[in-house]
């Protein structure tokens, strides 16, 4: 399979190469990999020629990063090493992919940040966290800045992927008082 470039994609793709100019990953460039277009796509996908040849479908001649998360951890060094840390998310081991929490296409790749952002990342943890999104009695102060305040959403050395592993991490927003 050759390069063809994200024109090609565009066809068939409207609604993702519509986005995907202010996404993140639309700003990477390949150095000397010999794609017709060094950014888009291909860098994720691999090389289009087959896939279009053979008029598109689901997984045809095309690498889907969404089932294969060793694409992304291809780049993602960081986070590949975070999956390799004793209480993790079960990427590795194919029961979950990036896409469940990630949207590589388009702006809402899940930075941490504050507000809407955040709330976003709560909806995302929530969609699998089913009993710790329900609605409490008591809500904790930390859902509103959010879950990774106190979770690595990656992998952790600490239970239950915490940020800290003793009281400290409880400690550092309820002080006691007399």
Known sequence: ATFVGNRACYDCHTNITRVFPASPHARLHFEGVGMAEPTGCEGCHGPGSRHVAAGGGRGRFIVNPGRQPEVC?????????????????????????????????????????????????????????????RPFVFEHEALREGCTVCHQPHGSVNAKMLTERDNNLCLKCHAQTP
């Open 73 to 133: 951890l291809n780049c993602h060094l960081e986070t590949h090493a975070e999956f390799r840390l004793p209480q993790r998310h079960p990427v590795l081991e194919g029961h979950m992919t990036c896409v469940q929490c990630h949207d590589p296409h388009g702006l809402d790749i899940m930075k941490p940040a504050r507000g809407l952002a955040m709330a976003r990342v709560n909806e995302a943890c929530a969609a699998c966290h089913r009993e710790q999104a």
